[in-house]
């Protein structure tokens, strides 16, 4: 396998995005996003330099709103459907630490 | 007094730091509400207080299928903040910042990365050094969690509880550069940048309510060293005045590792207020962990110049130029501008000026006599009247503070208050009198003044200002007294 991307790699942004994967998943996922490594090298041997980089591939810009208010949902409504509530707010489990 | 928190091995065994070996260096991320009336990405209201969890719409709680629409009222802002800090303004990005923390309905904040809207100013404080600024950007606010259990500590709570209604205000990190090196420099650039958040009307500038918040940067090094020390950034700092604390302990305990012989560790701390010290929140994560990526669901910003120029053009004078001009037009001294400017009494007084006042009298007043908020409404004319009365000696100075507190109060003719007071100009040969009497009432007295002791001025001038209830000229006294004594 490469060195590029270990299985390593791969479980620490697996841990960073909350995925619980099986040995078999992590070494498929490596074996995968190698292969995407790989892609990339292909478009780095392009000559792009007469090309101006691409912030988002719709080329629009300023799309803008009025700063007016809109409509808003009913709390009371929209709190039903969650799992559990207090006081007008959601309420959560305990949550270590502060926000980053 | 805050109470004094237990020993432990990171508590600092001294509370300053000696700044003849060591140097501070502070750099400071604060972060204002826009005063936009919806939020960032969507058309609920951006708006403090009110109950919990009404100010919300689908793109607020992040359901499936709403999408970001950029405020343009929160760029319009935005620019402004950048162009008042000196900034380049250019065409931004959005990205997604990635954490799972209830705080964000939606599991990622929307911010701006390598592509922020404002980037390379700087701020000149009162007294006139110049801090950086590397940027200045647009994200959204979180959400507020209460938690409940534990008696209120966050490690100890049994559960926790959203608030939606601040998630997704429109927010600008302005992030300056590690250029402060004490705690009052630190205060004073927080109370500047406030002025000019203020005054260009991005910010109510409230620190108590949140609409300002500064997360600290603290570093220590030893004088003369080129490189910084490793920095810990100190969060929950709520006023100028724990900002100062903040920095001073911070400071103090790694100095006291340092000379230990241990190492500072990059923290992310928590200021306790009431307990007067930092403590760990989390070892630093890197900017990798959110794994940032293009927002895709929002497209390139690019205000282009005929936006920024017209921003630029409707610009108000900043508290730096209106300090410079008092100085320049009134011959102020630096600190005295800093404070006419604060109370925004620095249009008054150049009115005052140009009416015909003396600028130096007119500074005085303003600095000493004019601390009520409502000073700003005094009328420049009846301002620059009153000055005029007191240089021509028809009032003293204590007589022109007085009708000058009642013009505040109640406005009106100058002259008019000073006659209803009984305000007149002394008639000499009626001070003539009472100083010939003091003086055969005082021989001993009088001996010493005429033998040259500078101290007995002050006894009769007092005398004869009781006397005449005030009314006297202390000048004029004083030059009668001499005339006697040849």
């Known amino acids: 396998m490469s060195e590029r991307i270990t299985t390593d790699d791969v479980a620490k942004v697996a841990k960073l995005a909350r995925l619980r994967l099986r040995p078999d998943e992590l070494t498929r996922f490596t074996e995968q996003l190698d292969a995407v490594l790989d892609h990339a090298e292909d478009l780095q041997t392009l000559d792009l330099d007469d090309l101006e980089p691409l912030a988002h591939p719709a080329e629009l810009s300023n799309v803008l709103r009025a700063d007016r208010v809109g409509a808003l949902l009913d709390r009371d409504e929209v709190l039903a459907s969650a799992p559990q509530a207090e006081n007008g707010r959601y309420r959560v489990p305990p949550v270590l630490g502060e926000a980053p | ?486």
């Open chain 2, 1 to 486: 007094m805050s109470p004094t928190p237990p020993m432990s091995p990171t508590q600092p065994t001294s509370t300053t730091v000696d700044l003849d070996v060591w140097e501070i260096v502070i750099g400071l991320e604060v972060h204002t509400e826009l005063a936009t009336a919806t939020k960032l990405f969507s058309s609920a209201p951006n708006h403090f207080g009110g109950e919990a969890n009404t100010n919300i719409d689908p793109l607020t709680l992040g359901l499936p299928g709403s999408l970001p629409v950029l405020n343009e009222q929160a760029v319009e802002l935005a620019i402004r903040v950048g162009l008042a800090l000196n900034c380049t303004v250019q065409r931004s990005t959005f990205a997604r910042k990635n954490y799972f923390y209830p705080d964000q309905s939606k599991n990622y904040q929307i911010s701006q990365f390598d592509l922020p809207i404002n980037v390379d100013g700087s701020l000149e404080l009162p007294d006139g050094k110049v801090v950086g600024i590397e940027r200045a950007h647009l994200e959204e606010d979180t959400g507020k969690t209460t938690h409940v259990g534990g008696g209120g500590r966050i490690h100890d709570a049994q559960h926790s509880l959203v608030d939606y209604n601040r998630a997704g205000v429109p927010l600008l990190e302005i992030v300056g550069r590690p250029d402060l090196r004490s705690a009052d420099e630190a205060r004073a650039y927080v109370s500047e940048l406030r002025s000019v958040l203020v005054a260009v009307g991005a910010s109510d500038g409230k620190m108590e309510e949140g609409s300002l918040r500064v997360d600290c940067n603290v570093s220590v090094r030893r004088r003369g060293e080129e490189e910084f020390g490793t920095r810990c950034e100190i969060k929950n700092i709520n006023s100028l005045r724990s900002l100062g604390r903040a920095v001073d302990y911070e400071a103090a305990r790694q100095v006291d590792l340092i000379t230990a012989g241990d190492r500072v560790e990059q923290q992310t701390r928590h200021w306790n207020e009431d307990e007067g010290r930092t403590t760990l929140l989390r070892s630093k994560e890197g900017s990798d962990d959110y794994r940032y990526f293009p927002e895709p669901d929002l497209v390139v910003l690019d205000p282009g110049s005929e936006w920024i120029e017209r921003v630029r053009a409707e610009l108000p004078m900043l508290p730096a130029d209106r300090r410079h001009r008092l100085v320049e037009q009134c011959g102020a001294g630096v600190e005295q501008a800093a404070l006419v400017v604060e109370r925004g009494l620095d249009e008054l007084c150049l009115a005052a000026v140009a009416a015909g006042a003396d600028a130096t009298r007119t500074l005085t007043h303003a600095e000493h006599n004019l601390s009520d908020g409502r000073s700003v409404e005094l009328d420049p004319g009846s301002f620059a009247a009153l000055v005029k009365m007191e240089l021509d000696g028809s009032l003293s100075a204590t007589q022109a503070k007085t009708v000058l507190a009642e013009l505040v109060a109640h406005g009106g003719d100058p002259t008019e208050i000073a006659a209803v007071h009984g305000f007149e100009a002394m008639d000499s040969s009626e001070l003539d009198g009472l100083i010939d009497a003091l003086i055969s009432n005082h021989p001993d007295e009088w001996q010493r003044f005429c033998d040259g002791d500078g101290k007995v001025t002050g006894f009769f001038v007092g005398q004869v200002m009781k006397a005449t209830q005030g009314k006297a000229d202390g000048k004029v006294v004083t030059g009668l007294l001499r005339d006697r004594a040849g």
